[in-house]
T-cell receptor, first 111, second 113 residues
């Protein structure tokens, strides 16, 4: 089993739709979780951290389910500009530096 | 500087040639990371520095890969005797602390022909 797994997609959704991605991780001791966004031929950029209690940033909501070892990203009211690849990132042990990236989920928002 | 700077942006190397990729992290960031990203994949960890100390090089794919950060600032990733499978984007990232998110540079796209 891969350390971090994501559905590669693509997810094709119309503008204004709500879309959700999940990401599973293998190490139950994992402590830090993030979502990164990567545009085509660009570097990954931090979208949001994922906290145990869940957190929201505008149209984006991130959730952590420790029991089932997955994190999720929900995007409401999708915009054309949300089209990108969303990378799930996990670090395995608190205070360590080694982040493991998923392969990413491609999202295409259609007009 | 304001962001992580990498050079060159693009590099075409003939098979067998040595290459050196440079990363200039955000000023004050003690942690520096190198990742390799193949087409359609997520970034794969190569190595990590805390200041000038290379604390983990477990991701380096072979002994042809070497990284250094002699003064705890600029880092260089060197690949000797490049092979076609080395073609990828090499991303450098820096971080203030070990458990915060990274800031990535724009990457160096290496093509070995």
């Amino acid at each position: 089993r891969k350390e971090v797994e994501q559905d590669p997609g693509p997810f094709n959704v119309p503008e204004g739709a709500t879309v959700a991605f999940n990401c599973t991780y293998s190490n139950s001791a994992s402590q830090s979780f993030f979502w990164y966004r990567q545009d085509c031929r660009k570097e990954p950029k931090l979208l949001m951290s994922v906290y145990s209690s869940g957190n929201e940033d505008g149209r984006f909501t991130a959730q952590l389910n420790r029991a089932s070892q997955y994190i999720s990203l929900l995007i409401r009211d999708s915009k054309l500009s949300d089209s990108a690849t969303y990378l799930c990132v996990v670090n395995m042990v608190r205070g360590t530096y080694k982040y493991i990236f998923g392969t990413g989920t491609r999202l295409k928002v259609l007009a | 500087g304001a962001g992580v700077s990498q050079s060159p942006r693009y590099k075409v190397a003939k098979r067998g040639q040595d290459v050196a990729l440079r990363c200039d992290p955000i000023s004050g960031h003690v942690s520096l990371f190198w990742y390799q990203q193949a087409l359609g994949q997520g970034p794969e960890f190569l190595t990590y520095f805390q200041n000038e100390a290379q604390l983990d090089k477990s991701g380096l794919p072979s002994d042809r890969f070497f990284a250094e950060r002699p003064e705890g600032s600029v880092s260089t990733l060197k690949i000797q005797r490049t092979q076609q499978e080395d073609s990828a984007v090499y991303l450098c990232a820096s971080s203030l602390g070990t458990s915060s998110g990274y800031t990535f540079g724009s990457g160096t796209r290496l093509t070995v022909v």
